[in-house]
């Protein structure tokens, strides 16, 4: 049978990746309180592709990733990426997983327990001999704007917020601990279940803990910094505005091979403001 992938082009064009996209596939990931949660992914696979090479082979990544473990953590990927390499005879590998992650939360006064979902990715890329790996955690969280307290008589606007956070690791870190990493940087964390009790709790610790995107991306930075497992990092927090039409956000990122961020002591406070919002 004619083999048309392997057939020679001679259009001089090299294919920086050529693969498939957005296959479900079910996987196992490491869980801080049950020891695996079985979860769906939306992956990515690719190679790089020879100039002389007509095309891949499809395939072989389907083939690839129904060979692995269903479990997908830091400490594997690297090996689906040498599969990847040795079976499509590439230079370069790169594999994307897109999956939600739920984590248990108790209200905070009745304990009432719900199920809250955050959004995870593993990006990996194998360049050659060189690995790299970014995790990137979405966690939704709450913002009060100090601007809103400060200038009214009562009551201050509050809304949902995410935050974002992108890491290179040289340490496992449960995904639990990037969502504690968020809830610390809000003005109050979010639940998904929250009766009358804790409705009240919350109101009132965020209207206590008001913060600009300015405020949580900062607090979030410090907390990157102060991990040691953390080698590098970009955190954002995005602000979905209840009385504006339009998002606050706010980004930092820092190499820590290379570079530093101002201890605590030296960081400036975020500026007032002195307008609405």
Same mark, same amino acid.
Not at 78 to 90: D, M
């Given at each position: %049978? ?10 001089? %064009? ?29 992956? /990515? ?24 473990? =269903? ?49 995870? $990715? ?69 639940? /998904? ?62 190499? =820590? ?14 500026? $007032? ?5």
């Amino acid at each position: %049978m004619r083999d048309v992938q392997n057939e020679t082009d001679n259009r001089n %064009m090299a294919i920086d990746r050529v693969g498939i996209r957005d296959i479900s596939w079910p996987i196992s990931v490491p869980d801080r309180t049950n020891g695996t949660q079985e979860t769906v992914a939306q992956v /990515s696979l690719s190679v790089s592709l020879p100039q002389d090479y007509r095309g891949t082979h499809m395939s072989r990544f389907v083939e690839v990733l129904g060979a692995q473990e =269903k479990r997908v953590t830091f400490h594997n990927m690297e090996g689906l990426l040498v599969t990847l390499k040795e079976r499509l005879k590439a230079r370069d590998a790169h594999a994307v997983f897109d999956f939600p992650y739920f984590i248990t939360k108790a209200a905070p006064v009745s304990g009432a327990k719900g199920r809250l979902r955050c959004d995870v $990715r593993f990006d990996a890329a194998l360049r050659g001999d060189d690995f790299d790996l970014v995790t990137t955690v979405t966690s939704p969280i709450q913002t009060l704007c100090p601007c809103s307290k400060e200038i009214s008589q009562f009551g201050a606007h509050n809304q949902r917020a995410h935050a974002v956070m992108e890491v290179r690791l040289a340490g496992f870190v449960w995904l639990e601990e990037f969502v504690q990493m968020a809830d610390d940087c809000a003005s109050a964390p979010i639940y /998904s279940l929250l009766k009358r009790e804790d409705e009240k709790y919350v109101t009132e610790r965020a209207y206590e803990n008001p913060r600009f995107v300015e405020d949580s991306v900062r607090e979030l930075a410090l907390a990157m910094q102060a991990d040691e497992r953390v080698v590098w990092y970009r955190v954002s927090v995005t602000s979905h505005e209840s009385i504006h039409n339009h998002d606050a956000f706010a980004v930092i990122e820092r190499d =820590k091979r290379t570079g530093s961020i101002p201890s605590r002591e030296n960081l400036p406070c975020s500026p $007032r403001r002195t307008e609405e919002g």
